[in-house]
């Protein structure tokens, strides 16, 4: 299982990101998949997830309205648009999958939000 997370960068506040996260070396199209991230002194928390055919997800309260969680099966992608991005949205952001039990994360991408 190889997840490779993509997009993140420096952003002023109010601005926008899309994160791109790559999956490989499983069958993408039959696992739910999730952003989580990890903000400096923090514990991970998640972001959001989606179901393997991309009809239900869900949200943490503080991204709801603001970030949107989308799968592309056909490219073995999972994005992560975020909008009205804020300081508090600085962290790491990280891709994640569980197969039999497992959990397996990508390296992350940072998102710095600061004006």
């Known amino acids: 299982v190889q997840l490779v997370e993509s997009g993140g960068g420096l952003v002023h506040p109010g601005g926008s990101l899309r994160l791109s996260c790559a999956a490989s070396?499983?069958?993408?199209?039959?696992?739910?998949m999730s952003w989580h991230r990890q903000a400096p002194g923090k514990e991970r928390e998640l972001v959001a997830g989606i179901s393997s055919a991309g009809d239900s997800t869900n949200y943490a309260d503080s991204m709801k309205g603001r970030f949107t969680i989308s799968r592309d099966n056909a490219k073995n992608t999972v994005y992560l648009q975020m909008n009205s991005l804020k300081p508090d949205d600085t962290a790491v952001y990280y891709c994640?999958?569980?197969?039999?039990?497992?959990?397996?994360w990508g390296k992350g991408t940072l998102v710095t939000v600061s004006s």
């Open positions: 994640s999958t569980r197969r039999y039990g497992m959990a397996y």
């Open positions: 070396g499983f069958t993408f199209s039959i696992y739910p």
